[in-house]
């Protein structure tokens, strides 16, 4: 008995240890072989993805002022002044923090109270036809307004704000530049200190008691805080990154691509616009489609499912600032966006995809910052878990393997570039 | 030596890709319906479309005998078979005139394979064409 098993304990070890020893070589040669030559659809999804194909950004019709030299001015400072908030600390760059391109770090939020969700950077938004996470905004400028108002953000008020703004020494001559005649709200009994709908019960009072002219007189004000505000955001757009050099390399005859990527990062690239499906959303030169989504992000411990697009698609419908409202500087009828915007029930739990540039300065990821690292986020896709409300989008899981998963990452990693803006933009005006 | 392989895979499939583009470009603009009642052709105001842009298209639309069909209610609908998803739009339909329509409200989000399915009905009868669409 003794000896047999001797006899097979023998036979047996260095059988196994040759297995081990071809596994080792075998996901050696898998991970290291050098990667193959570009096919002719690769080089050209390469380029699309390529920041050099990014058109000049549009003006926004629903903004007259969104390209206003004056206007960019008001706006970086009404951007950074933390007079805009009930308890004079609290600005959009609190949560926008330039030194994070434009986030905060946290999963959710925090200004005078926690946000529902996760800080999105602002860098690049502008080409974007939806704001939020949900789609609830259709424009930069509409977008300015709600944190102002938001009790857990800026806790302000409309009336406060407009007045605020348009008397302010620094502030009224720039605002009469940009918008021409500054509204007189010197009479307070027309003008009450603080009055906006929706908000705590003695500003809803005070607003429900003003006429229906100087309403519309504080909301116009107010909307031209935010189109000031989305003037000097409209300045925050990616520059070219390693990946950039890259593909501009790849597909300049007269150039070489050389060493400017590793083969891990090549190998990720090629990942990313075949097997690993990224580019299904992640497309264009922003790696966004600016669209909706359900990928089965779990919920946010001790929040319910968050219902997504399908909740915000009725907000923006609603909202007295979006396209179409007599606040929009754009004919109600071109509002193609707002007018063709899709139902549906692939709407449910579903969420805007993000841009990928930039990733690595901008963890946690997701609505809710439920996924702390690149890592964690690729390895979600890979195994693509049932949604807890509608229906994951992306059905199966990638099956990619760890060292995949792991040059994935080195590609993502490739995106990454400081802002080719003056620093002045970047800090609150001296 | 890679840059020259390149260059001659790219010498010998441009050829392959001119004649595979036209042959597309043939076969979507002028399409009969399913049934035969109908023949659709289109111009796109994105040339070549490109994705997650907004634009309108231009249908005409013929009875089987080449007749304008100026009175046809059309319905959109389609998506990516493949990823199991519809349209990222709502587009509507507007009747112009001669049998042209104005759809408006058209952007796709994602590079593939598409189809636009484009439901006619007419003189009553009711008919489908699907347009493929490899962007």
Known sequence: MKLSFLFSYSRTFPAIGLLLLVGLLSWLFLAYKPPAAWAENELRLIASLSLSTLQPLPLDPSNRASADPVAQELGHALFFDVRLSANNQVSCASCHKPELRFTDGLDKAKAIGQSRRNTPSIVGLAYSPWLYWDGRRDSLWAQALSPLEDPQEQASNRMYIARFVTQDPEYR??????????????????????????????????????SREDQQLVNTTFANVGKAIAAYERLLVPAPAKFDDYAAALLDDQKTPGNIFSNDEIKGLRLFIGEGRCM??????????????????????????????????????????????????????????????????????????????????????????????????????????????????????????????????????????????????????? | MFKKLMLLNIVLLLPMLVWHASAQQDNATVLESEKGFFRL???????????????????????????????????????????????????????????NYHLQGLRFHMMGHWELELNIASGGVEDKVVVILDL
């Open chain 1, 280 to 430: 299904e959303c992640h497309n264009g030169p922003l790696f966004t489609n600016f669209e909706f989504h359900n990928t089965g992000i779990i919920s946010y411990p001790g929040d319910l499912p968050d219902r997504g697009r399908v909740d915000g698609l009725r907000e923006v419908r609603s909202n007295p600032f979006n396209c179409q409202s007599i606040y929009s500087d754009r004919d109600p009828e071109k509002c193609l966006e707002l007018i063709h915007a899709r139902e549906g029930v692939e709407l449910i739990g579903a969420l805007k995809t993000p841009s990928l540039r930039n990733l690595s300065g901008t963890a946690p990821y997701m609505h809710k910052g439920q996924i702390k690292t690149l890592e964690e986020t690729l390895a979600h896709y890979n195994e693509a878990p049932f949604a807890m409300i509608g229906h994951n989008e992306t059905e199966e899981p990638l099956g990619l393997l760890s060292f995949e998963l792991r040059q994935l990452e080195a590609f993502l990693k490739t995106l990454q570039a400081p802002l080719e803006i003056e620093q002045r933009w970047l800090q609150a005006p001296q």
């Open chain 2, 41 to 99: 052709s289109y111009e796109s105001q994105l040339d070549p479309i490109v994705i997650n842009q907004m634009h309108s298209w231009t249908l005409h639309i013929d009875n089987a005998n080449g007749m304008d069909v100026t009175d046809a209610e059309i319905s959109v609908g389609g998506g990516m078979p493949q990823h199991n998803h519809g349209l990222a739009t709502a587009p509507s339909i507007m009747a112009i005139g001669n049998g």
């Open chain 1, 173 to 210: 001559g720039m605002y009469q530049s940009i918008f021409g005649e500054v509204p007189d709200f010197s009479d307070h009994s027309r003008f009450p200190e603080h009055a906006g709908p929706g908000l705590k019960t003695a500003w809803y009072e005070a607003w429900e008691a003003m």
